[in-house]
């Protein structure tokens, strides 16, 4: 799209941190822009966003309210611990003749297009403040007041002509009263923000808002999540991985324990993404939590998000077994951030991550678990393009990627996954129970390595407090410890035999 590089050159940050990366930069100067959605949405947060911005660059700023009071207003902005002293406030409240549906409405603008006395009273504002910031608020009001469509429509565009060659960015407000979407208001805007909030089966509501159009320039189109907080809207721009490349060198990263290694080829590749399956409490949490204490050992930075467990019970744990977590989290070298699902959307979650490594510098990430982080989506349809973009732009910044995936059941051959990522993962190791000598043990293989050559074979794993992480000689004397229950190779049992009867001998 070719551009007008002095009109884009002239942009106005929006105050909403997030939002001006969406729109490229802001919005474009002295334009007509539409933000809407149903009440309660974050219409009249991000508007007065939007004037403190231009406040803080010195502006004129015109808050023009035709549905709350200025006390409301300032109510509202005091919870964000904002002062709206600086910003000039018009209070437009119809009277009752105004609202009665058998007035008429024919007070004639200079330019010969009908307003009603309200709207009149607004252009009146403009002229005598002269802002380059206005907010109108709401249009929902002006559609009461013009009593049909036809007289609504002829409002706008009269205000739309109006603040041409005035020097005003302005924001019109819709609740979305009207039936369905308002086109033809779409179509006078020069740009559309819409807002969203979805109740979900349980927790808190998301929210999440669109551009819906942007004339003149490119933007970033899609749903980005965003959360309204003390200090006001904070937006989560969607995640493209392309716009993200790092170059790295190629890297093996070791956890630490060398039959492990062993077992994986010298380890996962940096850049990677690797998926520990397994049923809960086979030992997939504890195998991540030493890849991101051996990456501390070696000073790179790593971070663990987890959505089960809580941050002591993962320290207690892993101090047991003698892997050095707390340390490395008071070294400031690992980040454990406990993550509650019903309060977090996709979009802050991959924030979150980025966070970590553009701001943290961390080369191990560790999602704990995908069960969690299906929860924290609002369609679960949605979970494999979220994690495959997530994995693509991991792997392009050269992190290393360890998630965990909880199988239903504990022993057998009938465990499943609530969900199949196993073609994401660069690697996939498998974890699961079996029974031998009246005992509940452990087994651990590799069943995929994308990037190189793997051991073929299955060892037992074990923890121990002294000797933390161990693994076995390859199990070939059994077979059938996939499903569950040992069954000894035909090799085993004569050798097994032979042994007996030799010890019988030397016993004679």
């Known amino acids: 799209m070719k551009k007008n590089n002095r009109i884009e050159n002239q942009r106005l940050q929006m105050g909403a941190p997030g939002l001006d990366d969406i729109l490229s930069g802001g919005l474009i100067a002295h334009r007509l822009y539409l933000v809407e959605g149903h009440p309660g949405s974050g219409k009249t947060t991000l508007s007065l966003q939007f004037l403190l911005e231009g406040i803080k660059r010195q502006e004129k700023c015109l808050y023009v309210t035709l549905s709350e009071t200025k006390e409301e207003l300032s109510a509202g902005a005091e919870s964000h611990g904002w002062s709206l002293d600086a910003v000039t406030i018009i209070e437009l409240m119809?009277?009752?003749?105004?609202?009665?549906?058998?007035?008429r409405v024919t007070m004639y603008h200079p330019s010969e297009v009908e307003l009603s006395e309200t709207t009149k009273r607004v252009l009146d504002a403009v002229e005598k403040f002269k802002p380059s910031r206005i907010v109108f608020d709401s249009l929902s009001e002006v559609r009461l007041l013009a009593q049909n469509p036809f007289r609504y429509r002829r409002q706008i565009l009269a205000l739309k002509q109006f603040f041409i060659g005035r020097q005003c960015t302005v924001l019109l407000l819709d609740d979305g009263s009207a039936e369905g979407v308002d086109l033809q208001l779409h179509s006078i805007a020069h740009g559309v923000i819409s807002l969203e909030q979805v109740s979900s089966g349980y927790g808190a509501e998301r929210r999440r808002l669109r551009i819906t159009k942007f004339r003149g320039t490119d933007f970033r189109g899609g749903y980005h999540d965003f959360r309204i907080q003390r200090g006001g809207l904070i937006v989560f721009p969607r995640l493209v991985a392309t716009e993200h490349r790092e170059a790295f060198g190629p890297a093996q990263v070791k956890s630490g324990v060398a039959a492990l290694d062993t077992l994986l080829g010298g380890g996962p590749d940096r850049g990677t993404s690797t998926l520990l399956m397994g049923p809960a409490g086979s030992g997939k949490s504890t195998i991540a939590a030493q890849y991101v204490v051996a990456a501390a050992n070696r000073g790179e930075h790593g971070a663990i998000f987890a959505f089960d467990e809580s941050v002591p019970s993962l320290e207690a744990r892993t101090k047991g077994l003698g892997i050095k977590l707390?340390?490395?989290?008071?070294?400031g070298l690992v980040d454990v951030q406990q993550v509650n699902p019903a309060e977090l959307s996709p979009g802050e979650f991959a924030y979150l991550v980025r966070q970590s490594v553009e701001n943290d510098q961390a080369r191990v990430i560790v999602?704990?678990?995908?069960?969690?982080?299906?929860?924290?989506?609002?369609e679960e349809r949605f979970l494999t393009v979220h994690l495959h973009e997530l994995l693509t732009y991991l792997g392009q910044q050269g992190v290393t990627t360890l998630m965990m995936a909880a199988q239903h059941g504990l022993i057998g051959s009938n465990m499943q996954s609530a969900f199949d990522t196993s073609y994401l993962a660069d690697s996939v190791i498998m974890l699961c129970y079996f029974e031998y000598a009246g005992k509940v043990k452990k087994a651990i293989s590799v069943v995929k390595k994308r990037t190189g050559a793997h051991e073929e074979s299955i060892r037992e794993l074990q923890f121990d407090s002294n000797e933390g992480i161990r693994l076995s000689e390859p199990l070939t004397q059994f077979r059938g410890i996939m499903t569950g229950t040992l069954v000894e190779t035909e090799g085993e049992k004569r050798h097994r035999n032979r042994a007996k009867k030799a010890d019988g001998n030397a016993r004679a």
């Open 326 to 331: 707390k340390e490395a989290r008071q070294a």
């Open 94 to 103: 119809p009277d009752s003749k105004e609202l009665d549906g058998n007035a």
């Open 367 to 378: 999602i704990d678990s995908l069960n969690g982080y299906v929860n924290a989506m609002p």
